[in-house]
């Protein structure tokens, strides 16, 4: 698998062999997604240090477009590609590397269904969690949580068996590539017993 980042650098899924891994199916139009931002960027600041790689992809089609902009063709007037993407990132201060699906290939393959949901993989490659960041969407409970991806790290960063486990997704849909090329307008929020609101 291999997705070019919003600077247009290829990002192969292979490179990240030997790392715990996590990818974020992002979004920046998700208010679900906003609700877990900063928590997920304090997340990623104190474990890339430990040598966690994070990767957020945006697959949906309302932000990132059906196909991938050709670069060095703009006009002085054109906008740059993925302007509101990086823009979004910057005026929220957020460390995120984010990738272009254009197509929703990887969503597709991951069976990605909203933004946020989480997979972490192992240094070996497997998959060892999926689903959401914890289940306190709005950060109204910080000492009764379950940090879901935090622990996950902690475990596979100090050597522990982690058993392969799932929690229900809960988020804004992915906005998808249609089969004729366009967007489907699927949208709205996905709602499960995760903490949701």
């Keep these: 698998i291999t997705l070019k980042d919003l600077d247009g650098t290829p990002v192969k899924a292979g490179d ?30 104190e474990y890339e240090q430990q040598g966690v790689v994070f990767l957020h992809i945006d697959s949906n089609v309302t932000e990132i477009g059906a196909t991938e902009p050709k670069r060095g063709d703009e006009t002085e007037d054109a906008e740059e590609p993925y302007a509101k993407v990086k823009a979004h990132l910057k005026k929220n201060e957020l460390p995120f590397r984010v990738l272009a699906d254009h197509g929703n290939k990887v969503a597709d393959l991951f069976e990605a269904k909203t933004t946020p949901h989480v997979y972490v ?77």
């Design 16 to 45: 990240h062999m030997g790392k715990v891994t996590v990818v974020n199916f992002y979004s920046i139009q998700c208010p679900i997604q906003r609700d877990w931002d900063q928590r997920l960027a304090e997340i990623q600041a």
């Design 121 to 197: 993989f192992g240094k070996d490659g497997r998959l060892v969690y999926r689903g959401l960041v914890d289940d306190d969407q709005k950060n109204r409970k910080p000492d009764e949580r379950n940090d879901y991806l935090r622990d996950v790290l902690t475990k596979l960063l100090a050597g522990e068996k982690v058993e392969p486990f799932a929690t229900k997704e809960v988020g804004c849909t992915i906005k998808r590539v249609a089969a004729d090329g366009g967007g489907r307008g699927r949208g709205g929020r996905r709602r499960g017993n995760g903490g949701g609101e």
